[in-house]
């Protein structure tokens, strides 16, 4: 008969196991706290986030664009806190903007900061007819300049006008004498005038006073070349004329005679005085 096998377990192996299952018991308690906290955690977690997207969905659903425009924060399109965009009120000076329409003052400076607008901001803007010109600016808008003068309105033709005749008598014959005449040229037209005045004496008939024998024709008691008259401009001549009225007694009707003529010596304008 064979001998058995005597297994010997001492005191020493005992408590070692034990204290191992007691270790592994431990450990897989531990692991299923685990578990079970960071479900939990991440349950709540979601939870907060759902809330929070309820929350805004909410706040978007009660809240109008306009409300929008005073909830202390810059959203929508507005350019700063609750103004300027398309929705909001425009903002006031210094205020952010990206155009004119962002600022209260209709002025948004280099696409930057409200400001009020001047009359050097280089911007049309205020009740201004053109950039920097007319309306509370002062001037007036035109041919692609700012002037302190209206534009002026031109006749399209040349005036004239006798303003003045000194006479006197002849001390030696008694007869009436001329001794200078005062007219005034306008030129209403829109070009640049090259003009000559020419001055004649006239009797009570219209007749020529002087006149060349051969040909009958009148001959002027002066002729004077006037400056160039541009666009618009006037120019005031006095002519010393010094010439006797042949048998004319200065209580006699007689005339003064001006004409205008241009380079091409064609009439431009005529103009009379008489001494009644």
């Known amino acids: 008969m064979a001998e058995g096998v005597e297994i010997v377990i001492k005191p020493i192996h005992l408590e070692r196991l034990a204290y191992s299952l007691v270790i592994i018991t431990l450990v897989v308690l531990l692991i299923i706290k685990w578990n079970s906290g960071g479900v939990a955690e991440e349950n709540s977690t979601a939870g907060v986030?759902?809330?929070?997207?309820?929350?805004?969905?909410?706040?978007?659903?009660n809240n109008t664009p306009q409300d929008l425009c005073s909830n202390g924060v810059k959203?929508?399109?507005?350019?700063?806190?609750?103004?300027?965009?398309?929705?909001?009120?425009?903002?006031?000076?210094f205020k952010s903007c990206n155009v004119d329409s962002d600022c209260e003052s209709g002025y948004c400076h280099m696409g930057i900061k409200c400001r009020e607008p001047t009359c050097d901001d280089g911007v049309k803007n205020q009740d201004e007819s053109?950039?920097?010109?007319?309306?509370?600016?002062?001037?007036?808008?035109?041919d692609g300049a700012c002037h302190d003068e209206p534009k002026p309105r031109y006749s399209g033709r040349v005036d004239l006008s006798i303003l003045e005749v000194s006479t006197t008598e002849n001390e030696a014959?008694?007869?009436?004498?001329?001794?200078?005449?005062?007219?005034?040229?306008?030129?209403?037209?829109?070009?640049?005038?090259?003009?000559?005045?020419?001055?004649?004496?006239?009797?009570?008939?219209?007749?020529?006073?002087?006149?060349?024998?051969?040909?009958?024709?009148?001959?002027?008691?002066?002729?004077?070349?006037?400056?160039?008259l541009g666009q618009g401009e006037s120019h005031t001549e006095t002519v010393e004329i010094m010439r006797t009225l042949p048998e004319t007694d200065p209580s006699e009707a007689y005339s003064v005679v001006v004409e205008l003529r241009d380079d091409n010596d064609e009439l431009v304008r005529r103009a009379t005085w008489t001494n009644e």
Not at 130 to 140: E, K, S, T
Request: charged share 30%; aromatic share 8%.
């Open 75 to 93: 959203d929508q399109d507005e350019t700063d806190v609750d103004c300027g965009g398309s929705i909001c009120e425009p903002c006031d000076e």
């Open 173 to 228: 014959s008694g007869y009436a004498k001329i001794q200078s005449v005062k007219f005034k040229v306008e030129n209403g037209k829109e070009e640049d005038m090259i003009l000559t005045a020419y001055i004649f004496a006239r009797d009570e008939h219209g007749s020529p006073y002087f006149e060349r024998s051969a040909s009958n024709e009148e001959v002027a008691m002066a002729e004077v070349e006037l400056p160039l």
């Open 130 to 142: 053109n950039i920097d010109c007319g309306g509370v600016c002062g001037g007036f808008w035109y």
């Open 49 to 61: 986030i759902a809330e929070m997207e309820l929350n805004n969905t909410n706040q978007s659903i």
